[in-house]
T-cell receptor, first 114, second 113 residues
Framework: SQQGEEDPQALSIQEGENATMNCSYKTSINNLQWYRQNSGRGLVHLILIRSNEREKHSGRLRVTLDTSKKSSSLLITASRAADTASYFCATDASSGGSNYKLTFGKGTLLTVNP | NAGVTQTPKFQVLKTGQSMTLQCAQDMNHEYMSWYRQDPGMGLRLIHYSVGAGITDQGEVPNGYNVSRSTTEDFPLRLLSAAPSQTSVYFC????????????FGSGTRLTVV
């Protein structure tokens, strides 16, 4: 069963705008990760945030984590057409933070129109 | 280039046939895993391994076997293919204890007719 659920399922924006995707999960986690998948390709790891962190940045990506609400958000600033992809959150709820058995959500399909 | 290599990229099987999906990584990662991706379902874990000789089941293991004789290779065997196993299969690896992300292969698109 899915631990994480992304929202919205699909998002369409214009180039230059910001894109925000959300992820909710059900149980306590060690870390939460975001991945990107271009059509027909494998997933690419974007960023990892640990349960004791609240915010993390990587380039144009900003991730927040609210463990009290069991939710995370991924913000992509100044989006580009090349950001068009599906974005997945994945949670590590393993004992001891072993990072085994990541559980993935169903993804948000982001379309950035030129 | 370092990474995870999956073969084949595409495969069509008849119901009842068996086959092995290959996965190899050259990053000396201890952890390897297999996921299947179906429309609207996200990725679901089939089997995983934390090192040579050690494997365990994930969320949807039925109909699949794995073994891990070397650190580099983690093949996935379909014993008797069924149409319900039509899916895209991804192999992923990571370094244990690093708390880092997974590296994924490019996938195998399998159709069972």
């Amino acid at each position: 069963s899915q631990q994480g659920e992304e929202d919205p399922q699909a998002l369409s924006i214009q180039e230059g705008e910001n894109a925000t995707m959300n992820c909710s999960y059900k149980t306590s986690i060690n870390n939460l990760q975001w991945y990107r998948q271009n059509s027909g390709r494998g997933l690419v790891h974007l960023i990892l945030i640990r349960s004791n962190e609240r915010e993390k940045h990587s380039g144009r990506l900003r991730v927040t984590l609210d463990t009290s609400k069991k939710s995370s958000s991924l913000l992509i600033t100044a989006s580009r057409a090349a950001d068009t992809a599906s974005y997945f959150c994945a949670t590590d709820a393993s004992s001891g933070g072993s990072n085994y058995k990541l559980t993935f959500g169903k993804g948000t399909l982001l379309t950035v129109n030129p | 280039n370092a990474g995870v290599t999956q073969t084949p990229k595409f495969q069509v099987l008849k119901t009842g046939q068996s086959m092995t999906l290959q996965c190899a990584q050259d990053m000396n990662h201890e952890y390897m895993s297999w996921y299947r991706q179906d429309p609207g379902m996200g990725l679901r874990l089939i089997h995983y391994s934390v090192g040579a000789g050690i494997t365990d089941q994930g969320e949807v293991p039925n109909g699949y076997n794995v073994s891990r004789s070397t650190t580099e290779d983690f093949p996935l065997r379909l014993l008797s293919a069924a149409p319900s196993q039509t899916s895209v299969y991804f192999c992923a690896s990571s370094s244990l204890g690093s708390g880092g992300g997974y590296t994924f292969g490019s996938g195998t698109r399998l159709t069972v007719v």
